[in-house]
């Protein structure tokens, strides 16, 4: 057997993989939270102090929205990179792919009310109406690994969503 073909080192090179990805997130993210909020604190101080007269307060609505949607994506980040991950099991509900730039394309999975996304390599045999424990990182939904299991006796397998 080749040591490339291990599945203890391919679950490691994963979840280092995934990991990796949430540092990279961490470091895109929070820098960028930095100076929109820093600018936003500057332009709340110099309007507050007689800057421009009411045309600032535009630009100051408009980095306090890109400063909220650029912390939430720093806080999910380092959330997770101090905290440990999660499991879950249960039936897959759904199971679809979207193309999140113009190269790269991400696929998903609901289980209950959850929704975690991960790459094609790790979801290219899970099905919907599959039974299986997700290993993933609780704020920023990712999956570190699946395993399918069998149903617990006395289940019934959900229908599939028939959403396209």
Same mark, same amino acid.
């Given at each position: 057997?080749?040591?490339?073909?291990?599945?203890?080192?391919?679950?490691?090179?994963?979840?280092?993989?995934?990991?990796?990805?949430?540092?990279?997130?961490?470091?895109? &993210?929070?820098?960028?939270?930095?100076? +929109? !909020?820093?600018?936003?604190?500057?332009? $709340?101080?110099?309007?507050?102090?007689? @800057? =421009?007269?009411?045309?600032?307060?535009?630009?100051?609505?408009?980095?306090?929205?890109?400063?909220?949607?650029?912390?939430?994506?720093?806080?999910?980040?380092?959330?997770?990179?101090?905290?440990?991950?999660?499991?879950?099991?249960?039936?897959?509900?759904?199971? &679809?792919?979207?193309?999140?730039?113009? +190269? !790269?394309?991400?696929?998903?999975?609901? $289980?209950?009310?959850?929704?975690?996304? @991960? =790459?094609?390599?790790?979801?290219?045999?899970?099905?919907?109406?599959?039974?299986?424990?997700?290993?993933?990182?609780?704020?920023?939904?990712?999956?570190?690994?699946?395993?399918?299991?069998?149903?617990?006796?006395?289940?019934?397998?959900?229908?599939?969503?028939?959403?396209?």
């Amino acid at each position: 057997m080749n040591w490339q073909d291990d599945p203890e080192l391919e679950a490691l090179r994963r979840a280092h993989s995934v990991r990796t990805s949430l540092i990279r997130s961490a470091i895109i &993210w929070t820098p960028l939270f930095l100076v +929109v !909020f820093a600018g936003m604190i500057f332009y $709340i101080v110099d309007t507050t102090r007689g @800057g =421009d007269a009411g045309g600032t307060w535009v630009l100051v609505a408009v980095l306090g929205i890109a400063s909220f949607l650029f912390g939430f994506q720093a806080v999910q980040s380092w959330l997770d990179l101090f905290g440990e991950p999660a499991d879950q099991t249960g039936f897959v509900q759904r199971r &679809w792919a979207r193309r999140d730039s113009f +190269v !790269f394309q991400t696929q998903y999975i609901r $289980i209950d009310k959850r929704i975690l996304r @991960g =790459d094609h390599l790790l979801l290219a045999e899970v099905k919907e109406g599959d039974y299986l424990r997700a290993h993933f990182y609780p704020h920023s939904n990712l999956l570190i690994d699946v395993e399918k299991l069998p149903p617990p006796e006395g289940s019934d397998t959900p229908r599939p969503s028939r959403r396209r």
